[in-house]
């Protein structure tokens, strides 16, 4: 997991606090109580003082993000507010957030039958997708849940572009994309309908 402010990257620290900056990320703008952090940070194995040390976790990272936002005056995106933390952010400042929202639209858009828009939003959503999130933190089950809950956003989102490709009469580019997500997801019908879709499309193509 990494954190960019500007261009620059965030120098997190340690695993288990990126696996902290996770947990409150995957609840944007929702107080997390203190001793579910603790749970999740820690499991059966805390440490001898958790509120202080998660309390520690807690003092860097807010020096982390607040030193990247120096000079502009605004309160700390990483506040205490009873019983616990919560991270306020835009969520156009978080990718996850952007990539659903392009999603989202892109679904829209092909309901409302405009294909070539559709196909641009979802193309623009997949752009955002650099590699599963979360998946380093594999100790922390709320995180490996959001992972796998936004890997069947991302295959929702090839499967409407390919949706929008195949109306656009874009059979070769469909074939192409799809070959490689349907070997690693063969019992996905909806993926394997587009292949076959597409594949059947490009071989009754003219010649020219």
Request: charged residues 25%; glycine residues 6%.
């Given at each position: 997991m ?13 695993p288990?606090?990126?696996a ?9 703008g ?133 949706e ?16 490689t ?20 499309a ?7």
């Amino acid at each position: 997991m990494s954190a960019q402010y500007e261009g620059r990257e965030l120098a997190l620290g340690q695993p288990r606090r990126r696996a902290l900056l996770a947990l409150l990320l995957i609840r944007l703008g929702r107080v997390v109580p203190t001793e579910l952090l603790i749970d999740e940070l820690w499991g059966n194995d805390p440490p001898q003082q958790p509120v202080a040390t998660l309390q520690s976790h807690i003092s860097q990272l807010r020096r982390v993000l607040d030193r990247a936002a120096a000079g502009r005056g605004e309160p700390s995106v990483l506040r205490y507010r009873a019983p616990g933390y919560v991270l306020q952010l835009a969520p156009e400042q978080v990718d996850v957030h952007c990539f659903e929202h392009l999603v989202s639209a892109g679904r829209t858009l092909l309901d409302q039958r405009d294909p070539l828009a559709a196909r641009d939003r979802l193309t623009e959503a997949l752009r955002l997708w650099h590699g599963a999130p979360y998946t380093e933190f594999s100790a922390h089950p709320p995180l490996i849940d959001e992972t796998a809950r936004l890997e069947q956003v991302r295959l929702t989102a090839v499967e409407f572009c390919a949706e929008a490709g195949l109306s656009l009469g874009a059979a070769d580019d469909v074939a192409a994309a799809l070959g490689t997500e349907v070997r690693r997801h063969p019992i996905r019908e909806r993926l394997v309908g587009h292949l076959m879709t597409a594949g059947s499309a490009s071989h009754n193509l003219p010649c020219r």
